[in-house]
């Protein structure tokens, strides 16, 4: 049974949702299909996070990631993009196991963002919502083409974005 | 590429920045509505409401059309395409990060079961 189930092709991906809330909120939505309890442990073990954090095609080298997940605990990635490194570093706020994460972005300039996700587990689907709340509009405003607040790599997601138009169909 | 689209966002979200502004999107995203209508839906004067849609039109995120006495206000394409790629953008960049995640998940299911079948023996 379990190899029949193996041998199907992939599921369908589900739809992720963007929406801008207000000048200083993002909020992304999508339901992942397991558990809370497993897509929550793949937010919070670094080994796991790396795997998916930084998408293959972003053109991003994830160079070390090392998370401490408790509430005041911190995390830290770093990234090489071409000839530079960029640092995202930040505090736990709040971490309560299958359901909720709070964590800060401190590496800006222009003051902190605060993200928080929440894992709503409906019949072993769970789904994730993932508010980013920015310190001004000019902040929200930047992070439409990246990944919070990641300029240097706006060229390539511009990439990113053309070949995603190339192999999928326009919804 | 990224400065023009830049420029041209800070226009739309100084007129996003309002409240009212941005429901009179949402509304006009359903149908077109005049500018009495939208007044009475917020609550609000005919004058404040025409200073709204005033900042909106300015920003090509919305355009009037005067019939008879009526001013009926529509969503404008350029602003909207905008926004829309704009957030479509965003939207994108999380899409490829789920579907990474999706994986990692799977392999945490698939692991499971074997785990599970071990643990049964």
Known sequence: MDERRESEAAPTKNHTSAERRSERELVVTRTVNGPARLVFEAWTKADLFRQWWVPRSYGLTLLSCEMDVRVGGGYRLAFRHQDSTMEFFGTYLEVTPHSRLVWTNEEGDGGVTVTTVTFDDIAGRTSVAVHDLYPSKEAADAAGGSTGAMPEALGQLDELLVSLRSTTPTP | ?121
């Open chain 2, 1 to 121: 590429m990224v400065q023009w689209v830049q420029a041209n966002f800070d226009v739309s979200f100084g007129a996003l920045s309002d409240a009212t502004r941005r429901g009179v999107l949402e509304q006009l995203g359903r149908a077109d509505a005049s500018i009495t209508a939208l007044a009475q839906k917020f609550h609000m004067t005919l004058t404040g409401m025409k200073k709204h849609v005033g900042v909106l039109e300015q920003a090509g995120l919305v355009t009037t059309e005067k019939v008879g006495s009526v001013r009926t206000c529509r969503l404008g394409l350029r602003g909207l395409q905008e926004e829309a790629e704009w957030i479509e953008r965003y939207r994108q960049i999380w899409s490829a990060r789920f579907d990474e995640l999706d994986k990692v998940v799977e392999n945490l299911k698939r692991k499971e079961r074997v785990d599970g079948r071990k643990k049964r023996k």
